[in-house]
Every structure is written in C-alpha cells, then in structure tokens.
C-alpha cells in the first residue's frame, strides 16, 4: 500500500529549497551593499510577494487584536533577526551562517514548552542535543 504524502510535507519540502536558495542571496547582496539596504530591498520584494499572492486570491485580512499583536509581533522579532542575520552573513561564510541561523527551531521547542505546553519526547530532546553539538562544529573554525 502506497501512502500519499500528506500536503503539509509537500509544502514544507518547497519551503525547504526556497530558503536554501534564499540564504545565497543575502551573501550575494551584501557582497554589494550594506546589510541595512539589504534589509530595505529583500523587505520591498517580501511586500510585493505579499500584494500579489493576496490580490490573486482576494483575500481580506481577519482582524482579531489579540492575533493581529501577535502576528505584528513576530514581523517585529522576524525583522530584527533578519538585521542581524544580514549582518553576520556579511562578515562570515554564507554555508556557515546559514547552518548556525537554521538551528532557530531550538529555541521555537525550549520556548513552546512553558508557552504553548508542548512537551518534546525523549527523542526529540536527542534532537536537540545533536542539533547543539552540530552548532558547536559548525561554529568553531577549523
């Protein structure tokens, strides 16, 4: 019996090859411009994405304060993070940079346990300890 892949995988898999694409771009960009108009011009293509995709389906956004603070909130954090990402893809190795700055889930998991009550099992607790060890030799220069 062959199983279908669930949809949720699928997308998961094409976010996985666009943001592997889109860590060159950073280090491409700041070979030729400052990390802060790195920051202005991959904003304006995110805003153009965003007008297109929700022109194309008509979509009217639900506006609930307590999820439209949080959604801002995350743009917030989101942004910040990109100002230092830029900036430390400028100065470093875009393969390394990448592979230390993919390793966010760690904190998303110690962060959902005591917010959201998610748990991670033992395995996954395993998880991060290789995920720890692998940002220990990505980070330490050879």
Known sequence: MVSRMPAWFTFALITLLLWGLWGIFPKLATNHIDPRS????????????????????????????????YAVLGGLIGSI????????????????????TALYPL???LVSYPLLGEEPSARQGLGMVFAMIALVLFSVEA
């Open 38 to 69: 790195v920051l202005v011009f991959e904003g304006i293509g995110r805003f153009v994405v965003t007008l297109v995709v929700l022109a194309m389906i008509g979509f009217r956004p639900e506006m609930k304060v307590e999820g439209v603070s």
């Open 81 to 100: 993070g990109a100002v230092f990402f830029f900036y430390a893809v400028s100065q470093g190795k875009a393969s390394v940079v990448v592979t230390t």
């Open 107 to 109: 904190i998303t998991i």
